[in-house]
């Protein structure tokens, strides 16, 4: 078969994937071809292999045949590295139905676990072991999704991040056209030469196809303790983060700021929230604090509870003002409700930034100055993962507001709030969300010359006709 | 200037380094050309840079004019990595001059680093601000060396290795001649594409010349607890594992198996430690557990002490027999005393080994069964960190032993015991010592070719001319 002869396509991947792997009519594409957040792309047909065997077979013919795939886990992703673009020359590769194999070892905390498995499937599965996947998402993604973006969520700050937590690997690669790169090993330490596998971690998809992984698990928390705390003021944020890392270092699982607009927004549009500062109105800023421990409590000694109100006690007055100690179900609905909150007081401006957590302060006071100077019809309702730097600077474009929201100013005001972080800084314009078309010229503007010859050096020894996937990394 | 002419080299190159970063007598380049644990190479000069400026030069002329470089951080490395071969082709590049820059940033909880610094000497600067760094070797190492290693250490299962708490780095590259790969950032979230620093960790030197790393640092422990515990039988060691996980979750901050031929070959020959269990003998086996928090005792509630005794109550008779608390310094010099130790016993046959945690029992036992049929003069005197799967499966040759040592022999032993553990028990023959000349051969044996390919293409792409290192990763 030459590589331009693609008419056989639907006949040969039809053959490989049978019925129910080979997609073609427009209804049974269009889930597919949507993403989470954004616009709607085109394409032939959508190949869904039962097996890895047919995987390997799919990805070898379209290597040898040059047609171009995107890669689709749960198409949660946020950046439109999961679903085609307009063009119609790519081929969806949906890995939704690599999802029987589940092996855990409970002996040495790890699980083996095919790419198409659900975060959520999985810790269905790891919990009558008394394990679980720390990596705590809003959304529900595949596995191998959370490989190729690295995701890192509320409690990074505890668990690590998806990076931390990888033990082993496999891929099938385009070069050589679908050969297996097999890093199956369940070992926590092992330096046998470069590990390989780091290069597929947050590619988006480009180096190569996860198929499998081994992942390390934790023992699932017998206690927690949590607290909506309003610290005295910006500085303050971080005095009460070193407070509690020192003070209860192994225990601080979350540590979310949130600001005074973004609580307001939760209270204004989700009724069965209720302000739990009643009292005193509505604080400027506050902080949700979690502890957890798998120490039970009586056994040794440590009540979470009890070292949270200690700490926080010898802290009023001087560091905070105020704190609700409440059930963690409760605070964190608050939490969780805040994007859906946003969205019902304008068009959203999201932002998923990161920096130092030294610089976190500084960059929120330039920001605030620098949007009200220059952008003052926007609300800015943030909130954040203040432990790992993260922040979501979010900006809400009123739909009442003069101007009118254009795409064309809100990517002014993007790039302007990007410039601060990146280039004053050091930070990241994409802490965990990765890197796919929807951001990719910012890839660009941000990312060194050196880096970026590196990355595209990197994709064209693994994908050299580039087919895989939207995202190139290389030089433009 | 030509790629062949070389005559200028010394010239050249103390011209850029000056009198102190140039040595060319034979006698101040002694202690660069012998290893740590092995013997002596050849080398024209030893270049110290006293600035990063002066290494990207000396890079970048080596680079032009086809100079191999081996690189050198504190020498302290196993497998021959670090000093040049008898061949003579190698300049030492040596780092322990670029150790100026220490900036900490407590609030960020991280610190930023020249590679020449020791980890002594880094740890010094953190202890004012109650932080450390917590990777807990016998060696006194470089940071650059421990990044190129990916060092883990005794305490990996609370800690995390090198890789895990590297927040940025910056290297300079053979190809482009001397470039600089910029990647200092100090963010825990930052998913901007590839992680290309994941490249250079672990690589042996082989893809660059790390010259200065961001590294997340830990609260130094405000409390801890030590035991030595005789579990019932080698099932018991992971069923003790396997409670403190669950228990003690986030306070096991090392497990170290300890057989009972090492703890004699200790108290033989180091006189200043007694027997812990002096009235019961010798145990065949041992365990030294260790907690740690940076929860204070009073504040918290949490004792690890009392928690540690009360778990190993509940197992006394059933998982454990014996269990003494003491002194975590005591303690541990017993689990540091052993390398020494068992060079007094004979010719030392080291092993670096690891393999999921499951596999460790059934491994010993076989192992145990194949020395005793094939190598029977053969003292085995292994111990290990069971919480991550690392195993010293230490074999002593004594010097009275019929067959005398013989160094083809004892390769033939390595081998046997390396079989085992790789290819039937999904092991690594090196856990943490990495790859150098002294286990090439083996990284070629047990390493797969599609792995061997694209650690060799990578390696081709970094350094086209082969210049840096000993170490092909590529197919043979």
């Known amino acids: 078969?030459?590589?331009?002869?693609?008419?056989?396509?639907?006949?040969?991947?039809?053959?490989?994937?049978?019925?129910?792997?080979?997609?073609?009519?427009?209804?049974?594409?269009?889930?597919?071809v949507r993403g989470a957040r954004y616009g709607e792309g085109q394409t032939l047909a959508v190949l869904r292999p039962d097996s890895h065997e047919q995987l390997q077979q799919v990805v070898a013919w379209c290597a040898a045949h040059g047609q171009a795939l995107v890669l689709q886990g749960a198409n949660t992703g946020l950046v439109a590295a999961s679903t085609p673009d307009a063009s119609g020359r790519y081929l969806v590769l949906s890995l939704e139905r690599l999802r029987r194999h589940i092996v855990v070892d409970p002996v040495n905390r790890s699980v083996e676990v095919d790419a198409g498995v659900t975060l959520q499937d999985l810790n269905a599965a790891l919990e009558p072991h008394g394990l679980?996947?720390?990596?705590?998402?809003?959304?529900?993604?595949?596995?191998?999704?959370?490989?190729?973006?690295?995701?890192?969520?509320?409690?990074?700050?505890?668990?690590?991040?998806?990076?931390?937590?990888?033990?082993?690997?496999?891929?099938?690669?385009?070069?050589?056209?679908?050969?297996?790169?097999?890093?199956?090993?369940?070992?926590?330490?092992?330096?046998?030469?470069?590990?390989?596998?780091?290069?597929?971690?947050?590619?988006s998809g480009a180096y190569g196809v996860i198929t499998r992984a081994v992942l390390q698990v934790h023992c699932i928390p017998r206690q927690s303790a949590t607290a909506l705390v309003v610290p005295r003021d910006q500085a303050?944020?971080?005095?009460?983060?070193?407070?509690?890392?020192?003070?209860?270092?192994?225990?601080?699982?979350?540590?979310?700021?949130?600001?005074?607009?973004?609580?307001?927004?939760?209270?204004?549009h989700i009724p069965a929230i209720a302000n739990p500062f009643a009292a005193e109105g509505l604080p400027d800023y506050c902080v949700l604090l979690e502890l957890d421990s798998s120490a039970a409590r009586e056994r040794s000694g440590l009540d979470l509870e009890q070292l949270l109100t200690r700490t926080l006690e010898d802290l009023f007055g001087e560091v905070?003002?105020?704190?609700?100690?409440?059930?963690?179900?409760?605070?964190?609905?608050?939490?969780?409700?805040?994007?859906?909150?946003?969205?019902?007081?304008?068009?959203?401006?999201?932002?998923?930034?990161?920096?130092?957590?030294?610089?976190?302060?500084?960059?929120?006071?330039?920001?605030?100055?620098?949007?009200?100077?220059?952008?003052?019809?926007?609300?800015?309702?943030?909130?954040?993962?203040?432990?790992?730097?993260?922040?979501?600077?979010?900006?809400?474009?009123?739909h009442s507001a003069e101007p009118p929201y254009q795409a064309g100013l809100a990517e002014e005001i993007r790039t302007?709030?990007?410039?601060?972080?990146?280039?004053?800084?050091?930070?990241?314009?994409?802490?965990?969300?990765?890197?796919?078309?929807?951001?990719l010229a910012y890839y660009q503007r941000y990312t060194a010359p050196s880096s970026r010859r590196l990355a595209g050096r990197l994709q064209n020894l693994l994908d050299p006709q580039r087919l895989l996937g939207l995202t190139w990394f290389g030089e433009a």
């Not at 002869?5 to 594409?29: M, N, Q, V």
């Not at 949007?371 to 979010?394: I, K, Q, S, T």
Request: glycine share 10%; hydrophobic share 45%.
């Open 416 to 439: 302007a709030l990007y410039d601060l972080v990146v280039l004053r800084h050091r930070g990241s314009f994409s802490a965990e969300h990765g890197i796919g078309p929807y951001n």
């Open 132 to 203: 679980f996947f720390p990596i705590d998402l809003g959304a529900n993604p595949s596995i191998g999704g959370m490989i190729a973006a690295n995701t890192g969520g509320a409690r990074l700050i505890k668990y690590g991040d998806v990076r931390q937590n990888l033990l082993g690997l496999r891929a099938v690669l385009m070069e050589p056209a679908g050969a297996v790169l097999d890093l199956m090993t369940a070992l926590r330490k092992n330096n046998t030469g470069p590990d390989l596998k780091q290069i597929l971690v947050g590619s």
């Open 320 to 398: 905070i003002d105020n704190a609700v100690l409440g059930r963690g179900q409760d605070l964190w609905r608050i939490r969780h409700a805040i994007s859906e909150a946003l969205r019902h007081q304008g068009k959203l401006i999201a932002f998923d930034i990161s920096m130092p957590r030294s610089a976190l302060v500084e960059f929120r006071s330039e920001a605030l100055t620098l949007m009200a100077a220059r952008y003052p019809w926007l609300r800015v309702m943030d909130f954040g993962h203040w432990a790992d730097g993260g922040c979501h600077f979010n900006l809400v474009w009123p």
């Open 1 to 32: 078969m030459r590589k331009s002869d693609k008419t056989d396509l639907p006949a040969r991947l039809s053959a490989i994937l049978g019925p129910l792997g080979y997609l073609s009519a427009p209804d049974d594409c269009a889930r597919y």
């Open 236 to 268: 303050a944020v971080l005095q009460l983060l070193q407070v509690l890392e020192r003070d209860c270092g192994e225990f601080l699982s979350a540590f979310e700021g949130i600001s005074g607009a973004a609580l307001q927004a939760v209270l204004q």
